[in-house]
């Protein structure tokens, strides 16, 4: 009711998949399927886990040549999951983007592909239309706290405040004073 997203941030093994998966198969939506998007080589993996684990899930992989992804378009409503490519999601940002494309969830695996709020992978995805949102990553952190700022604002807009505002609070005190006051 409050619209929180979520983000499950753990080693590799330890479920991030099977976890997304249960819920994506208890919250369906007739016509509005959940997107997962991922890096490329991945995107076999989460079809296979899908058959695997929820059979019951309608899965496209959204990939290949324009032309059949501009195929596949007619096809999505028809699919309860929808997997991507980082990348994919980049070259096909126009349609991807239209406020009427909307999915149930719009989920990030390796979210730390959106790790810099500058870069274009990040402001695309933020553009998504989904009910809920789930970041799900090994390292929410690897370098600075302004990377788990770009996570979030992903998942919850403004809920760690504006990036001028989080840089001055949080990001210079702790990565410049080690958080000393």
């Known amino acids: 009711s409050y619209r929180f997203a979520g983000i499950l941030a753990d080693d590799m093994g330890l479920g991030k998949t099977l976890q997304t998966?249960?819920?994506l198969s208890m919250t369906r939506v007739e016509n509005e399927p959940s997107l997962v998007v991922c890096?490329?080589?991945?995107?076999?993996?989460w079809k296979n886990e899908a058959q695997k684990f929820a059979p019951s899930l309608k899965v496209l992989v959204y990939d290949g040549s324009p032309i059949e992804?501009?195929?596949?378009?007619?096809?999505i409503p028809k699919h309860d999951l929808i997997v991507m490519s980082y990348n994919t999601l980049k070259k096909d940002e126009e349609y991807f983007a239209r406020a009427e494309v909307r999915f149930n969830y719009a989920v990030l695996d390796?979210?730390?592909f959106?790790?810099?709020h500058a870069t274009k992978s990040a402001?695309?995805?933020k553009r998504l239309n989904a009910r809920f949102r789930l970041a799900l990553t090994g390292t929410p952190l690897e370098n600075n706290v302004s990377e788990i700022w770009s996570v979030f604002d992903f998942l919850m807009p403004g809920f760690l405040c504006s990036y001028a505002d989080f840089s001055?609070?949080?990001?210079k005190p702790i990565m410049d004073k080690s958080d000393a006051a």
Request: glycine share 0%; hydrophobic share 45%; no cysteine.
């Open 21 to 23: 998966l249960a819920v």
């Open 39 to 45: 890096p490329k080589s991945l995107l076999y993996n």
């Open 69 to 75: 992804r501009a195929a596949f378009r007619a096809e």
């Open 110 to 112: 390796e979210a730390q």
């Open 114 to 116: 959106i790790k810099n």
């Open 123 to 125: 402001q695309i995805a």
């Open 168 to 171: 001055k609070r949080f990001h």
